[in-house]
Nanobody
Framework: QVQLVESGGGLVQAGGSLRLSCAAS????????MAWYRRARGQERELVAA???????NYADSVKGRFTISRDDAKNTVYLQMNSLKSEDTAVYYC?????????WGQGTQVTVSS
């Protein structure tokens, strides 16, 4: 059984930074893809950033240059460093991993950016 536990959300002023973490537990070997999604109120969930096991990353256009995804495979953990936060980044952020043809999701963590 794979479980994901997120941390690092909170309230921050516009222009500030936050770092989200997501640790996967269970019997895990190499995780194929680790990613962050978000869902703002009244909107659909969108991909924020993803990182594969071979080192490639991709980002939503709205966060390029401000957010950085990284992963620590020894700890089965994925991070999202968020800088220059804007009010439109306010959302619930979810981590996900693709492992052995199954996508697992975290419980979500709220990020609120005040203007």
């Amino acid at each position: 059984q794979v479980q994901l536990v997120e941390s690092g959300g909170g309230l921050v002023q516009a222009g500030g930074s936050l770092r989200l973490s997501c640790a996967a537990s269970g019997t895990i070997f190499t995780i194929d893809r680790m990613a962050w999604y978000r869902r703002a109120r009244g909107q659909e969930r969108e991909l924020v950033a993803a990182a594969t096991s071979v080192g490639s990353t991709n980002y939503a256009d709205s966060v390029k240059g401000r957010f950085t995804i990284s992963r620590d495979d020894a700890k089965n953990t994925v991070y999202l460093q968020m800088n220059s936060l804007k009010s439109e980044d306010t959302a619930v952020y979810y981590c996900s991993i693709d492992y052995r043809f199954t996508r697992y999701w975290g419980q979500g963590t709220q990020v609120t950016v005040s203007s």
